[in-house]
């Protein structure tokens, strides 16, 4: 005889019942649909890992077998038990090296209904899924031990702990892991439910080899007790309506029969406890309960065999039995008790409760709670992919460039860019340098200045300009034809099509027609985004247009030669300042302009200096090594690397910057103190050229042209970029010109062949009389046949016959 069994019908899980000799109390195993690991992987770790993929062809093909092997269920035992726990094992593995949303779409079906089903690219979902049916499938070995032999009981007890330890595990640590809602039976109230009643059926198995040694009524009744006590808790979740359950509705029936059963068998164990020491009253009121319980297990029973719900012929016979032994001991105890002993019967709510006596719980299997003591070994192969990266490395790598681009350019090179912004505005404010270039050359143009005219001259001055700005609009012309030449196209083809569909509006060739609306959407995609594109840029284009009308004159006067430029910049000869002590002003004030030059000149070099420090600071080496660091203290095989593992050497690393940021520092305060000085010798500096209208005429002219050389310069680098941009969009076009072109001939010679199609059909379909007939046989004279002639066709001429 077989071990105790659910109570479900022989339609549940037939295939899966075939190997047992009674309904099986088992838990159905997850289905799932077959996925192959390969080429999703491959492509995983050529595009996220660099690394040739082909080096990692044996570990794929590898993992594909695995999971085929471990999802063939056809013969349940502890073969597909191994099979499963070396994949699961492979799994945890591989949630070292692989993201948990590796793109990678598995399908589990719900259990308890395979209507239930979910789609998620996430490993942590696949390995609750097996997880799930390991706890399953040691539910089913337990299955298969006898009832009758201690031996049995206590592999069957070993088993049904260890599937519940699986059912606890899966519910404390993967549960929270999912990232998407899981199917019901991977929630937390089923894994729960199940948890408890594999823990009571092991409860069970106590109990039964307790019965069987003999053991004392008083503990026999407490290991039942607790049965009670389990199954009590299972009942909770079964018959809660808030849950959406989905397990079979007789096990309602099977955990509530079985709980009354229990009920009845601890308080059947306390009447002949209580008969052996004479406490007959108490003997009477106990054994009363037990008839309350038992009868209430009956009545389960009878209730279900009335709805045709099939019970499990063991519980059946356990329960008929027991209800027989509990009615006749009831008759006589309380035959003895009135004849004989004529003990007073406490009230059954005065019995003192039994307390429960727990020799089950749920029990994690070592090879699963240890999966490093195991890798390696015969039981558990050696993970795959040893040889590839986890993937946090290639996140810790990122991070790290991150927090570095932050620290570098966001805090440090940014902010010395603002402080040379700031120094540049400041002595802007005060006409530095321009003022000084005044008082040094009376006369003349300033070098700077010569420059920025002799390069304006050689690029054609304002006229090269305004050809710039002449092509450009030419360019952009073009690109706006070719842009509504391929919009003509799509919507000549769509005006053929509308009036296809208006000519011939119950055909099936055209109902079978794809609409151009349909086929054509991706080129006015296209379209749509190209003339965004050129609505954008004929706003730029527009604004340096009237960039260059504002500034025509002066670029105009930096177009002319030498001697002309310099009549147009007014002269201060004559009215330099030859003050001795105002002539130190000027030449300390010269002084500090040299300094800010030298200052920005260091500045340039040392922000050019860290970016080559930053772009040579590779980290990849120091996280190997630190992984390799954390493997070697770790006990297990398995480690699961997180990013906090990391936070020393990246806090390491960046110190390393923090020279950089001092000089940041020393920067902000050596400026602060160098303007200060240039605020200070400039004032005195405008004490000495007051009510001086030539300097200060020459100061504002230098100034405006050394602005129309930057605005020259802005001007002319964004027209060029605007002829290389309309080069660049006219090959576009022409291309999708071309393609929607193509498109509209194909779609319209369509339009032909169906239409000639369609008419050849029709006509067979009226004319099936012979030619010269009409419908009622009668000859009709036939139409001449118009020809066209063509002149390729050879001259026919047919002889005359003689009168």
Not at 503 to 513: K, L, Q
Not at 606 to 623: C, V, W, Y
Not at 712 to 720: A, F, G, K, W
Request: charged share 25%; glycine share 2%.
């Amino acid at each position: 005889m077989s071990f105790f069994g659910w109570g479900i019908s022989s339609e549940d899980n037939t295939n899966d019942n075939a190997n047992y000799n009674t309904y099986a109390p088992f838990i159905p195993l997850k289905k799932t649909e077959r996925i192959r690991y390969t080429e999703a992987l491959s492509q995983y770790i050529a595009q996220s890992y660099a690394e040739p993929p082909e080096a990692y062809r044996d570990d794929l093909r590898v993992l594909d077998e695995m999971r085929e092997a471990a999802t063939m269920t056809s013969d349940i035992g502890s073969t597909i038990l191994q099979r499963n726990i070396k994949y699961y094992h492979q799994l945890t593995f591989m949630l070292t090296k692989f993201p948990a949303d590796v793109d990678i779409e598995f399908t589990w079906y719900d259990a308890f209904d395979n209507k239930k089903f979910i789609k998620a690219s996430d490993l942590h979902f696949e390995r609750a899924a097996v997880l799930f049916n390991i706890g399953a499938i040691y539910s089913r070995i337990a299955l298969r031990e006898k009832r009758s032999d201690p031996e049995s009981l206590v592999r069957a007890t070993n088993n049904l702990q260890n599937s519940a330890g699986v059912f606890k595990y899966l519910n404390d640590k993967h549960t929270e892991e999912f990232r998407a809602s899981p199917t019901p039976d991977l929630t937390s109230s089923y894994l729960t439910c199940l948890e408890n009643i594999m823990v009571a059926h092991a409860q069970e198995c106590a109990w039964r080899s307790a019965a069987i040694k003999g053991l004392k009524d008083s503990n026999v009744a407490k290991l039942a007790r607790q049965v009670v006590v389990l199954l009590d808790n299972a009942l909770d979740f079964l018959t809660n309506i808030d849950c959406p359950c989905s397990l079979p509705n007789h096990w309602i029936s099977y955990v509530k029969a079985k709980k009354y059963f229990f009920e009845a068998e601890a308080r059947y164990r306390k009447s002949l406890e209580s008969l052996s020491n004479s406490q007959y009253g108490q003997e009477v009121a106990n054994i009363q309960l037990a008839k309350q319980a038992i009868q209430e297990a009956f009545n389960v029973i009878e209730q279900d065999q009335a709805k045709s719900i099939k019970i499990n012929p063991n519980l059946a016979t356990d329960i008929k039995t027991s209800y027989n032994v509990i009615i006749e001991t009831a008759q006589r105890a309380i035959a003895d008790n009135d004849l004989i002993y004529l003990d007073p019967v406490p009230a059954t709510s005065s019995l003192p409760a039994i307390v429960p006596a727990k020799m089950a719980r749920p029990v994690l299997p070592d090879i699963i709670a240890s999966l490093e003591s195991y890798t390696g070994e015969g039981e558990l192969s050696a993970p795959l992919f040893k040889a590839l990266l986890p993937f946090v490395i290639h996140e810790a790598a990122s991070v790290y460039e991150d927090r570095k681009e932050q620290l570098v350019v966001r805090d440090i090179i940014t902010s010395l860019d603002e402080l040379t912004a700031n120094c540049e505005n400041f002595l802007d404010s005060l006409n530095l340098p321009y003022s000084l270039e005044a008082i040094q050359r009376p006369a003349g143009t300033p070098p700077a200045l010569l420059s920025g005219s002799e390069q304006i001259r050689s690029e054609g001055g304002i006229s090269g300009l305004k050809r710039l700005v002449k092509t450009v609009d030419e360019n952009k012309q073009s690109s706006l034809l070719l842009l509504q030449e391929a919009e003509a196209a799509l919507d000549k083809e769509l005006a053929e099509d509308d009036k296809l569909r208006r000519d011939y509006p119950n055909s099936e060739f055209v109902a079978n027609r794809s609409p151009s609306r349909d086929l054509n959407v991706t080129f006015r995609s296209q379209i749509q985004h190209l003339r965004e594109l050129i609505s954008k840029a004929k706003e730029s284009d527009k604004n340096l247009e009237q960039q260059l009308q504002a500034w025509e004159g002066l670029i105009s006067v930096l177009s002319l030669p030498r001697d002309q430029l310099e009549e147009k910049i007014p002269s201060t000869t004559g009215s330099s300042i030859n003050d001795p002590h105002h002539l130190l002003i000027i030449k300390r004030l010269h002084e500090y302009m040299d300094e800010v030059r030298e200052m920005q000149r260091q500045r340039k070099a040392n922000i050019k200096e860290l970016r080559q420090f930053a772009a040579s600071d590779d980290i990849g080496p120091s996280l190997n090594a630190e992984m390799a660091k954390i493997s070697s203290q770790s006990s297990s095989s398995i480690v699961k690397f997180e990013l906090y593992h990391f936070e020393d050497l990246f806090n390491n690393r960046l110190e390393e910057y923090q020279k950089w940021k001092q000089y940041l520092e020393d920067e902000k305060d050596a400026q602060k103190e160098l303007l200060d000085c240039i605020m200070e010798a400039n004032q005195a500096f405008i004490s000495a050229r007051k009510n001086n209208p030539q300097l200060e005429a020459r100061e504002k002219a230098l100034k405006n042209l050394e602005m129309a050389v930057q605005k020259y310069n802005h001007i002319s680098t964004n027209l060029h970029e605007g002829v290389k941009f309309y080069d660049s969009l006219k090959g576009q076009l022409e291309k999708l010109k071309n393609n929607c072109i193509d498109f509209s001939l194909a779609r319209n010679m369509e339009v032909v062949d169906l239409v000639e199609s369609h008419n050849r059909a029709s006509s067979t379909d009226v004319t099936k009389t012979p030619p010269g007939q009409n419908n009622d046989g009668k000859h009709q004279p036939s139409a001449p046949i118009a020809r066209v002639w063509d002149p390729s066709m050879p001259l026919n001429y047919t002889p005359r016959r003689k009168p």
